[in-house]
């Protein structure tokens, strides 16, 4: 049995699923971050391939560079008591939270990932004056995400505290879509233009377990008394294509203005196929085929460069990513061949609309985020580049679908590095290092009805309230390696 396999058994013994993990990332959980200060949309080096293909005829030659990203991300969530679905009186008979379940439901969680991430990329002239292709491979989306085990609820009489009170949504878990792409370009000398065209293999992952009530909540024990708590692993994956188009100008000697668009994987709507088990309150263990439909962001970025002076770079730029398209994600059994992920407005499955088939539904609803970056090189001698950038990412998540699996806020970071050019210019090495400071962000706990049942979303859509405080920083150092020849 693998490793989160073995996790959710183990788990499931003494008590008789999250979709996404997030990273060190720009707006939502986008992570593109190799390249360092050099990873923009008037690159010249093989991240064009994934920036900006034009940016591939910018130079000659036959050019190899390899990096690698690692971040360490550290992260907490306080959840409120007032965020439990349903708190009961001591003695009471019914399903919930009793009073000496609340520390087990509510409280601090905290999370430390190292996280790495690699970037190969080749990409060559092939010997002509305006032409060039390559090709690389990248991890633009996604990451690991473990949240730490609170040792001090061993032995309590809830099991699943242990796990922190985030683990209705994450306990551990990854999401990640990696390039493999091929592309080239062309240079227009008369117009000083250069048009580049990219494709992309997109191969996405994700491998999740979460806390799990059959009905949504975050109930402890039912109203006989027993452990409600489950247990719910999610491992699916799947492959798709998508493509990307780029220009860069230079109107005159030492400026180049480059813009690009990175369609979304699959164009559209992601499918990805895998199992779901689960283990829910007393029931037995099941596993079932299952596909996970969800839609990724496009991305259009641009850049601006110029070199007022030999030894002397700036640079501006930014991104606007479309994650207003990640509306949903949605778990729909594969042994229904009507698989259908209508939902109607209460939450509800729809299905006068076709609705069917669907085990888990989380409404996203997220938002287009933008970023802004500028930096500069200066040269000190021939063969040693000192560079700094600084910039600011927009949150992409709404208070009402925040959970600890996928959060994210305004953000700022700065960076510093340095390449060093060796052997005749022939070989360089790069390093950058980049601080994320994260805007510490606190969202206040569902509205409740008169009977102080919280205002939530009917099932197969409901999920424990995940209102609290969340704070997050980031470290993230890229080393690189390039060969020119």
């Avoid at 090495?429 to 706990?445: E, K, M």
Wanted: hydrophobic residues 40%.
């Amino acid at each position: 049995m693998n490793r989160p396999s073995a996790r959710v058994a183990g788990l499931i013994i003494p008590l008789g699923m999250s979709l996404l993990s997030s990273s060190a990332s720009a707006g939502g959980f986008l992570v593109a971050r190799f390249g360092g200060e050099h990873g923009h949309a008037t690159t010249t080096d093989p991240t064009a391939l994934y920036y900006n293909p034009a940016g591939l005829a910018l130079t000659h030659g036959t050019r190899l560079y390899v990096d690698g990203t690692f971040a360490l991300r550290r992260a907490s969530y306080d959840r409120p008591a007032g965020a439990i679905d349903d708190p009961t009186a001591a003695g009471a008979r019914a399903s919930g939270t009793p009073p000496d379940g609340v520390a087990a439901n509510a409280g601090r969680a905290t999370l430390s990932d190292v996280i790495a991430s690699p970037f190969v990329g080749l990409a060559s002239d092939l010997g002509t004056r305006h032409l060039a292709v390559g090709l690389s491979f990248a991890t633009p989306f996604g990451g690991p995400s473990i949240w730490d085990r609170r040792e001090g609820d061993r032995g309590s009489p809830y099991p699943g505290a242990v796990d922190g009170p985030q683990r209705w949504s994450s306990i551990d878990g990854t999401i990640r879509s990696s390039y493999v792409s091929a592309g080239g370009a062309v240079r227009i000398p008369a117009l000083r233009l250069s048009l580049g065209l990219s494709a992309n293999l997109v191969l996405s992952k994700i491998s999740s377990v979460r806390a799990r009530n059959g009905n949504g909540t975050d109930d402890l024990i039912s109203s006989s008394g027993a452990v409600q708590e489950g247990r719910s692993y999610l491992d699916a994956d799947g492959v798709t294509m998508s493509a990307a188009a780029g220009a860069v100008w230079e109107p005159m000697e030492g400026l180049w203005l480059g813009v690009s668009y990175q369609s979304q994987p699959g164009f559209g709507e992601m499918v990805l196929t895998g199992t779901l088990e689960q283990k829910l309150a007393t029931a037995g263990l099941t596993r079932d085929a299952v596909d996970v439909r969800q839609s990724l962001p496009d991305v259009v970025r641009w850049s601006a460069r110029y070199r007022p002076a030999p030894r002397l770079e700036l640079r501006i730029g930014g991104d606007v990513a479309r994650w207003s398209s990640f509306v949903r994600q949605c778990v729909l059994l594969r042994s229904d061949p009507r698989r259908n992920c209508a939902i109607a407005p209460s939450g509800a499955l729809d299905e006068a609309h076709g609705g069917s088939g669907v085990v888990l539904h989380l409404p996203r609803n997220w938002k287009d985020t933008l970023g802004l970056r500028g930096g500069a090189s200066y040269w000190i001698g021939q063969s040693v580049e000192a560079f700094t950038g600084a910039g600011y990412d927009s949150n992409a998540v709404p208070d009402a679908t925040i959970d600890p699996a996928l959060f994210d806020m305004d953000k700022l970071s700065v960076s510093g590095g340095v390449r060093v050019s060796l052997a005749a210019d022939a070989l360089f090495v790069d390093a950058t290092f980049t601080q994320v400071i994260y805007l510490q962000r606190t969202v206040a706990p569902r509205p409740r009805d008169a009977a102080g049942k919280p205002e939530t979303l009917a099932s197969p859509s409901r999920q424990p309230d995940m209102a609290g405080t969340y704070s997050q920083s980031a470290s993230v150092l890229v080393v690189g390696l390039g060969y020119v020849f």
